[in-house]
C-alpha cells in the first residue's frame, strides 16, 4: 500500500566554515560570502539544522512558499486551544534556555516594517502583509507573524548552525548568529500533517528572511534520486550549487501578490507519450522541492487520467490519499508505464517514471498526482516527486531555473 512519506535520520553535510552575522545585523561589505555547501534532507522534505547557545537540533520542512522560517516555541499557548502542535514539550524551542536568543522588538530593530512592502498603520499598531507573511508591531513592542495561518507567534532571533558529520574536513561548520525566524505560540499545522516528526518549517522563498537571504546564497540546486535508492538527498547552495553549462534555462514569471509560491514558469502543455493535451493559454507551474506529490488543476488532471486509461488499457482507477492510481495487469513494470512531458518553454520536461509512479500492489500503481483544489493558489505545482532524476538549479537574483536530466544517484556518487 501507499503509505505515507518515510521518516528517516537527518544528517547535515558541509564542506566549509563559515561563521557570520544574519544580513540584518551588520553591513555586506566586509562579510565572507558563504561557500558552497550541501544541505542533506530525506525523502520525506526535511533538513536538520542546529539552533541555540547551548545548541538544539530540530526537523524542519522545506518549505519554498512560506517566507519565514518558524519553529514550534514553548510556551505555546497563547490564544484558541488549538495553539501546540507537538505534543512532546521538549521538542520545541526555548528561548530562555539559549543564552543567544534575542526577542525582536519593534523600537530597536527596524525588521518589522523592512519587510513588508505594503505596510498600513492601525492605531498604535503595524501591520505588514504578504500573500504568506504578516508581520504586526504589538502596543508592547514586540514583533507579531502570522504565516499563511500555518503558524503565529514572535519574530525572535538566535544562532544557527548547520553542521556536518560526513565531511572529511576539519571544520564543517557554518554559523549564522543573529538568524532571524518566528517562535510559533499558535500553530496549526501539526507534525501528522507533515508526515511526522516536523518541528517547523523553513524557509526556501527569496524573501530576506528565508534561509537563502540570511546565509546570503541566491543560487541552489537539487538532483533527486528515487527514495527506493536511498533516503538521503542534497540541496546544493552557493557555490556548490550547479548552474548554467548546458542545462536548458527558463525564465522565473515575476511573483505576484497572490502567488504563494517563489519558483513559476509557463506551462504550455502535457503530454502522455505523444499524446499532447493543451494546458490553458495561462497556465503556470509552480517548481516546489518542499511539496511532494505533483499537483494539477482539475481539467488538465481528468484529461490526464483519462488518457493514462486509455494508453494503460482495461484498467479501473481509484484513489489513495488523493493520488490517483490503477489497477494493471500482474507484474507490469513501472518503466513500460506511460511518460509523461510538461511542455515548458523551449524545453520538454519528462518526468521520470522512477518518480511519477508508486507501485501499490503487483496488479495496481499510483501515480504521484494529486488534484488541485478549488482553494490552492497555484494549481499546478511541480513536487518533489516529479524533479527526480533531473538536476535543478535556481538562480534568484537573475530569476532564472534550469533544468537537466540526470541520474542523479549515479551522478553524486561519483561526483563526491
Ligand atoms: C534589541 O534590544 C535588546 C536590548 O537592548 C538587545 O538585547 C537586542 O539584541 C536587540 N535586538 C536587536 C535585533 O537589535
Ligand atoms: C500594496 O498593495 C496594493 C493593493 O493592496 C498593491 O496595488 C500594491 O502593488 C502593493 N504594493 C507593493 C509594493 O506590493
Ligand atoms: C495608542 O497609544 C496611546 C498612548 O500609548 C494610547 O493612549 C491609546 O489609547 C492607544 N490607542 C489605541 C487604539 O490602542
Ligand atoms: C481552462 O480554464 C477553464 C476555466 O478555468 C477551464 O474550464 C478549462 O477546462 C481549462 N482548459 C484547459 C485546457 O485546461
Ligand atoms: C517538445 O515536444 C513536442 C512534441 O510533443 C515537439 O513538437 C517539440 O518540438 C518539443 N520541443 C522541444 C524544445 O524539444
Known sequence: MVSSIPHLLLILLLFTVLTHNSSFEDDFSNEQQPNGFFLPFESNLYVEITIGTPTRNFNLKLD??????FLECDPCDDGDEHQCSISDTTRRYDGKSST???????TNSSLCPLLSPNATTHDNTTTTT??????LCTPSNSCRYDVSSFSAGYLVSDTLQLT???????NSLSIVRGFVFGCGTSNRVTPEDDGGGVD????LTTHHFSLLSQLRVTRFSHCLWPSSAGSRNYIRLGSAAEFGGDMMLVPMLDTTETSSYSYHIPLLGISLEEQR????????IAVDIGTYYTRLEASLY????????????????YEVNELMCFTTEVGLEIESLPIVTLHLQGFNFTISNKGLYLRDSPSSFCTALVRSTTEDEEKNVLGASGLVDYLVGYDTSDRVLAFQQRDCLADFVDGI
Open 64 to 69: 519554498s512558499s512560506t517566507h519565514l522560517t
Open 100 to 106: 543567544t536568543f534575542s526577542p525582536i522588538s519593534c
Open 130 to 135: 504578504t500573500s504568506s507573511l504578516s508581520l
Open 164 to 170: 556536518s558529520s560526513i565531511t572529511d574536513q576539519e
Open 200 to 203: 517547523g518549517r523553513v524557509s
Open 277 to 284: 493535451m493543451r494546458s490553458n493559454e495561462t497556465s503556470t
Open 302 to 317: 481528468e484529461k490526464v487520467k483519462e488518457e493514462l486509461m486509455t494508453q494503460i488499457g482495461p484498467t479501473v482507477a
